[in-house]
Nanobody, 124 residues
Framework: QVQLVESGGGEVQAGGSLRLSCAAS????????MGWYRQAPGKQRELVAT???????NYLDSAKGRFTISRDNSKNTVDLQMNSLKPDDAAVYYC??????????????????WGKGTQVTVSS
């Protein structure tokens, strides 16, 4: 079992900042990538920011320069610092984990897990 616990969502005025945090625990052999996705009402879930175990980051174009992802590999945590928030950033933000687990006779198995989501509201 792998658990993801998210925190840090809330409501902020346009131009404000929020920091999201996600902590992973459980049967984790290796984390390959951690990151954040978001889904606004009526829209598809989209990648916001991810970071691989090697430190390679990937950002949504509209998040570049405003959002910063950071991982603590020793604690299996990933944070998303969001600055200069806009009403368009309002969504439910989900922590995502791509990892490898050890599974009985199968050995290493790649899986992914999602957090339950945390609401970010940006008022204009």
């Amino acid at each position: 079992q792998v658990q993801l616990v998210e925190s840090g969502g809330g409501e902020v005025q346009a131009g404000g900042s929020l920091r999201l945090s996600c902590a992973a625990s459980g049967n984790i052999f290796r984390i390959n990538e951690m990151g954040w996705y978001r889904q606004a009402p009526g829209k598809q879930r989209e990648l916001v920011a991810t970071e691989t175990s090697g430190g390679r980051t990937n950002y949504l174009d509209s998040a570049k320069g405003r959002f910063t992802i950071s991982r603590d590999n020793s604690k299996n945590t990933v944070d998303l610092q969001m600055n200069s928030l806009k009403p368009d950033d309002a969504a439910v933000y989900y922590c995502h984990l791509a990892l490898t687990v050890l599974s009985g006779s199968i050995g290493e198995r790649d899986i992914d897990r999602w957090g339950k989501g945390t609401q970010v509201t940006v008022s204009s």
